[in-house]
């Protein structure tokens, strides 16, 4: 598809057009953070962030959702009856998101909006949006992007890639939904889509992190769950949910009902694999009731159990959010390592 | 505030005294606002700092913790462990922005029914001047 | 600190050689700047993986609660003072542990060091006094007392209070620290004031609960935050299940806190929760001249009363 050429002075001016036909969210800068926001009338999206701390995953899956509405007061007469309230399900754009989190919704949809089950509320949100990514022109340090499946300038997921070319942005439509929001701009004019991928490749060099995923399609489940490395790996880990909240494909939720004296809520919040009460059963039992076990699951998922089930590489897309967050410094690219290379015969004959 | 606005305080009342005091201020016929609801407890040291947030979490304008005078403890010295609690308890929520006359400490014990009456006032006017309780109120969680 | 890392090898290992421990646990190099991650060693052979330098602020006696083994931890001022908390608390029997002290010179406070640098860090290395900080297209010199960890700066326990081995000579412990300034501008504020403070503070907060689990203090078997018959607050991000949330951790540690930082540098938020947990350290140390972790036989300041405690707030 065709590139655009956007002066930075035509950019506020495009946004301001934009905003009239969609909800914007970007990148909004707080005490030193990056986080994705609602913008307000006039603010523009900041985009000197190398990521944001939380992941775009908020725009189509917020941490907490209220999914219905109930009245307990028995003079109405809907009392005790779940009602879906009014939401904003309006055209929205997401400007700034870099295209790892962009990739992440594609993960992320997998298990959202399956032909038996369909998330109603993941869905609409994410038909509702467009998404500008923001290549990276300057990947950090801990992006891993490049072997998990993604890239600075990766495309799929994205409805536009914008890439910030010094006194201009070139602006590459990929889907009919992206050359109707760069129109919605009126950002026309054509420039030549070279340079972008000059732009590409310089980045893709920049990235010093890899992981490889290579061999683990073909280990062995219970062997890796059985794998003597995971207690070392785990003893470090405090267990808060730091790295599932930061995480763009970590997708676990909650259910709750929250009542205020005659009214109530019933809601979703993120939930994460990290917490003794995730898996707690009625009775008191607890499947998952240690922390080896706990972080096991987590990496086992993303590495291991989503390989499997889909057949379409790791759910991760490189981001590095969980390295860079972690309080103790577990890192999933030492743990894929340790994944990827395991060899049941070598740890047995060491341990004899 | 509107004209009749009443303010509602919740009460924690140790079981052996001020729970007492005010059964005799009411069979004394003593006189006094009906802005109190009275949650009676075994002792002013049951009291946890989460039965407090509860009630103010839930709208209550004004809390009421009362228990034995030092040394009268039915149970020999609950309420010496419970004014440790609560003076850091005090401090924190003050600390945190919550007026000083939301929460209240008495000593009453079930021989003091004008004592119990004359606090009972001074609780409900002091609460009654700082007006609805608007802080740890939890309200209805916003629609995302 | 420079040459405590020899030393802490030296130690470990001769301790699992003798079979002294079955463990030690410290800490080992991490894969990021800034970041040393808590380990565990189990064979004299691997003691060469230990390290210290000013990037140990996590609080390792929190990997000693109800262990069963024989273990030998590396301890600064404030992990020594968490080990006698949990000795009298009864999580952790002081026979169970050879205590290896660490004379501290405070930690370095990751946070403020990676806002100080307009690119992204790659590496910061110590260098006695100075911390010596590289960016991709720089290199700085800091002085490490002006990047410290907040509490560290404070901190008045540097050597540790009870050990079994020392790396090191005691250091000098700081005399003139003004160790609330921040808690009493907050107590100089109106209650407008407090409030719109703390709710500028806890804004960022994703109930991720970092800080409560960073914390050797939090080990009850359910937390108030899990239980629900009642249900004491809410899991949303809420401001007010936010603020009750981080009301009651803090009360929690009320007595048993070490202002150790290790809830602070834990938080991806970069929230300075500290003003919480050191108003209730100040108050007990004011009403009943308490500092938690001293020692392994007074009991702490809740669990405790004198008969004339103050009570001018008492009607």
């Keep these: 598809m065709k590139v655009i050429k956007i002066d930075k002075k035509d950019w506020a001016g495009g946004l301001g057009k934009l905003s009239d036909a969609y909800r914007l969210f970007g990148p909004v800068k707080d005490k030193d953070v990056s986080d994705f926001k609602e913008l307000a009338a006039g603010e523009l999206p900041d985009f000197d962030f190398l990521n944001t701390n939380l992941s775009a995953k908020s725009a189509v899956f917020p941490q907490n959702e209220v999914m219905f509405e109930y009245s307990l007061d028995e003079s109405q007469e809907d009392h005790h009856i779940m009602k879906e309230p009014e939401k904003d399900y309006s055209p929205r754009a997401v400007i700034g998101i870099r295209p790892c989190d962009a990739a992440a919704f594609l993960l992320v949809k997998r298990n959202f909006d399956t032909p038996e089950y369909k998330d109603p509320y993941w869905i609409r949100a994410y038909e509702a949006s467009t998404f500008v990514g923001l290549a990276c022109n300057d990947p950090g340090k801990t992006c891993f992007c490049t072997t998990a499946g993604c890239g600075p300038f990766h495309e799929d997921g994205l409805d536009v890639l914008i890439a910030d070319a010094g006194d201009h942005f070139l602006a590459k439509a990929i889907t009919e939904k992206g050359e109707a929001l760069l129109q919605a701009a009126g950002w026309g004019a054509e420039a030549d889509g070279g340079q972008i991928e000059t732009m590409k490749k310089a980045a893709e060099a920049k990235i010093s992190s890899t992981v490889s995923t290579d061999s683990l399609k073909d280990k062995v489940t219970t062997e890796l769950y059985d794998a003597s490395f995971w207690e070392d790996t785990a003893f470090a880990c405090l267990n808060c949910g730091t790295c599932t909240y930061v995480c763009p494909t970590c997708w676990c939720f909650d259910i709750q009902d929250e009542n205020y004296g005659k009214a109530g809520i019933r809601m979703r919040n993120w939930d994460s694999c990290m917490y003794p009460l995730f898996t707690i059963h009625g009775s008191g039992h607890n499947p998952r009731g240690t922390k080896t076990q706990r972080v096991r699951q987590r990496f086992m998922h993303k590495l291991k159990y989503y390989v499997d089930k889909y057949g379409a590489g790791i759910q991760c897309v490189g981001c590095g959010r969980c390295v860079r967050l972690c309080p103790v410094n577990i890192d999933i690219r030492e743990v894929c390592e340790f994944m990827n290379s395991y060899d049941p015969a070598a740890t047995t004959c060491k341990a004899a | 505030m509107s004209e009749d606005w009443e303010p509602k305080i919740v009460s924690f009342f140790c079981n052996w005294c001020t729970y007492g005091a005010a059964d005799l201020a009411g069979v004394s016929r003593f006189e006094h606002p009906a802005n109190t609801r009275v949650i009676r407890l075994p002792c002013s040291g049951r009291v946890s700092p989460k039965f407090i947030l509860a009630a103010l979490r839930e709208g209550a304008d004004g809390v009421w913790v009362s228990g034995c005078h030092p040394g009268d403890c039915h149970y020999i010295e609950g309420n010496y462990y419970a004014r440790r609690k609560f003076a850091l308890f005090k401090n924190l929520l003050e600390y945190m922005g919550v007026e000083p006359e939301r929460v209240h400490f008495s000593w009453i014990s079930s021989a003091e029914a004008t004592k119990y009456v004359d606090v009972a006032k001074e609780v409900i006017e002091s609460v009654r001047k700082l007006g609805p309780n608007t802080r740890f109120v939890k309200h209805k969680a916003k629609v995302a | ?315």
């Design chain 3, 1 to 315: 600190m420079l040459g405590y890392t020899d030393k802490i090898k030296e130690i470990s290992e001769r301790l699992l050689k003798e079979g002294k421990v079955d463990m030690v646990i410290g800490f080992k190099k991490g894969t990021m700047p800034m970041m040393n991650e808590p380990c565990v060693i189990k064979k004299a052979e691997d003691a060469g993986k230990l390290v210290w330098d000013s990037n140990c602020g996590i609080n390792l006696a929190n990997y000693l609660t109800d262990r069963k083994e024989k273990i030998g931890i590396i301890a600064k001022g404030c992990d020594s003072r968490n080990i006698a908390t949990h000795i009298v608390e009864n999580k952790i029997r002081r026979d169970q542990l050879v205590i290896i002290g660490v004379p501290c010179k405070g930690m370095i406070d990751r946070h403020k060091i990676a806002s100080m640098s307009e690119t992204e860090i790659l590496s910061v290395t110590d260098a006695g006094d100075e911390i010596i900080v590289k960016a991709e297209d720089s290199e700085k010199t800091l002085k490490k007392a002006e990047v410290l960890q907040k509490n560290c700066a404070v901190c008045t326990h540097r050597n540790p209070v009870i050990y079994d081995e020392l790396v090191a000579d005691l250091v000098e412990e700081q005399k003139d620290a003004d160790r609330y300034a921040d808690v009493r501008e907050i107590e100089a504020m109106s209650a407008e004031e407090k409030w719109k403070y703390f709710d500028d503070l806890l804004a960022p907060c994703i109930r991720c609960y970092a800080c409560r689990n960073a914390c050797p203090l939090c080990y009850c078997p359910t937390c108030f935050v899990d239980e629900s018959r009642p249900q004491w607050v809410g899991k949303s991000t809420d401001p007010m299940d936010t603020r009750t949330f981080h009301f009651l951790r803090a009360y929690h540690c009320a007595g048993r806190c070490t202002d150790c930082g290790s809830c602070e540098r834990a938080c991806p938020a970069g929230i300075n929760i500290r003003v919480l947990t050191k108003k209730l350290e100040k108050d007990c140390f004011e009403s009943y001249g308490w500092e938690a972790g001293l020692t392994t036989e007074d009991r702490p300041p809740l669990d405790t009363y004198k008969l004339n405690d103050p009570e001018d707030f008492i009607k």
